[in-house]
């Protein structure tokens, strides 16, 4: 960076200190530089006409940029197409006006804009400066400089010097994830942004996952009984969401650049070298997306931030559907469509438009495990069947029936074949999943759990 570059910086951050009427501006160059220059007055005035109203929305960068240009010293490509539609404008500042020497640097912090109706109406915490971000969460500066520093990483996962456990766990399809759990210390912080500040966030009305009053069933309800049923997949869900996305989240509820990069920061994660010796063959651009600082799946605060991320997308991909008569939910990373026998027809090309939307949004399309699924073939979404109302699939049923009858005639300790260490509460989740989409099949599926003798 060079001294011009740097003596502007000082310039604008002592403007984006002031008031933004002409006589300030006129003034703090007059602060910065000992003395007024002689072009102040020129230059803060085309400053004011070419920011208006947005002046205090642009960045010290920005505006640096933007006065580097009137004062001869900026590229072209500063200035927009209007700005080349008139070039007699700027002809007052062709020539390089003398930059004076920087006697005075500001170290007030920047005025901020009021907030927009729709971020004050949500009531979250005031936090204009790191200071009081640190103050919220109830930690020093120096200990949230910390937590949300992701980039002196040491090669062992099992370093000290992590804030995260890891484990790697398959998936379904082949392959592993990596679930990356944040120590204690970490996750109160976390928790309490999730609490406070982001669960005042609404999500897309489309997203049904990791919220209250919604779930895997709530999901499927909406493609019951409906002639086509059509899932798609977001592949590296959680992953594929970057750091420079979740700033941008926290900087548009108009929090500063500084407290909006601190948030993000403590929110996502970069996978150390050593995790990846566990991993076996794991391709290389999923490395490369895990060791960038990336949304961890085991974070408290990850599924809030993926659903606000996708908002673009569910809207999008929600009015797709509707041009086509069609119905549109997410849950997490499943996409689901419905519609009927003219939606099926269009399928095809519907399927490669839901893909570029996803690319456009920062997503993609996991290709083979897209499905579609017709009236008279099971049509399955989240593990819940959909053809005439939620239910659970009869084969998984009967399995689960079989293990409690098993578990009643020769004891639990003959069905554990997976050794789960509370083999009582692994049968009762997978009754409650039960209960939750069919409450009349899970009856007796609990008294075969009531009946089984667990102490010899």
Not at 326 to 352: H, K, M, P, V
Not at 420 to 443: E, Q, T
Request: glycine content about 6%; proline content about 6%.
């Amino acid at each position: 960076m060079n001294i011009e570059k740097l003596t502007v910086l000082a310039l604008a951050d002592t403007m984006l200190a002031s008031d933004r009427s002409l006589g300030s501006l006129i003034s703090a160059c007059g602060s910065v530089f000992g003395m007024s220059p002689l072009w102040a007055p020129s230059i803060c005035a085309a400053l004011i006409e070419r920011t208006g109203e947005n002046f205090y929305h642009f960045s010290r960068h920005e505006l640096a940029d933007i006065l580097l240009h009137l004062l001869g010293r900026g590229s072209d490509d500063v200035h927009d197409d209007e700005d080349e539609d008139n070039p007699e404008e700027y002809t007052e500042v062709a020539e390089r006006l003398e930059l004076p020497e920087v006697r005075r640097y500001c170290i007030e912090p920047p005025i901020r804009p009021p907030q927009t109706a729709w971020v004050a109406a949500l009531a979250l915490p005031q936090l204009p400066s790191v200071g009081a971000l640190a103050a919220w969460l109830d930690e020093p500066v120096g200990a949230l400089a910390w937590f949300a520093d992701q980039w002196r990483l040491a090669s062992d996962a099992q370093s000290r010097l992590q804030h995260y456990h890891y484990r790697w766990v398959p998936k379904r399809n082949g392959g592993q994830r990596l679930i990356e759990i944040p120590k204690a210390r970490l996750r109160v912080l976390q928790q309490k942004i999730l609490r406070h500040l982001l669960d005042r966030l609404p999500p897309h009305p489309a997203a049904h996952g990791f919220r209250r009053g919604h779930s895997c069933v709530t999901h499927a309800a909406l493609h019951a009984g409906r002639p086509v049923v059509v899932r798609m997949d977001l592949k590296d869900f959680f992953p594929s969401i970057q750091l420079a996305r979740i700033h941008a989240l926290f900087e548009k509820l108009d929090y500063p650049p500084a407290v909006a990069g601190t948030l993000a920061r403590i929110c996502v994660n970069r996978a150390p070298q050593g995790v990846f010796k566990e991993a076996g063959s794991l391709p290389w651009a999923e490395r490369q997306v895990l060791r960038s600082p990336h949304l961890p799946q085991g974070s408290p605060c990850s599924p809030a931030l993926a659903n606000l991320c996708a908002y673009r997308l569910d809207m999008r991909l929600e009015a797709l559907a509707q041009s086509l008569g069609a119905t549109y939910s997410r849950y997490a990373d499943d996409l689901a469509f419905s519609g009927d026998r003219d939606f099926a027809r269009a399928a095809e090309r519907f399927n490669i438009q839901v893909a570029a939307i996803a690319l456009e949004e920062g997503f993609r399309i996991n290709t083979r495990k897209t499905r579609l699924m017709r009236e008279g073939t099971r049509q399955r979404l989240t593990g819940v069947v959909v053809n005439a109302h939620p239910n659970i699939a009869r084969d998984e049923y009967d399995r689960l029936k079989a293990t409690l009858t098993n578990c009643v005639r020769h004891g639990p300790a003959s069905q554990n074949r997976d050794r789960h260490p509370d083999f009582h509460a692994h049968l009762a989740g997978r009754i409650s999943h039960v209960k939750m989409v069919n409450a009349n099949r899970a009856v007796k599926l609990q008294r075969l759990l009531e009946a089984i003798a667990w102490t010899v």
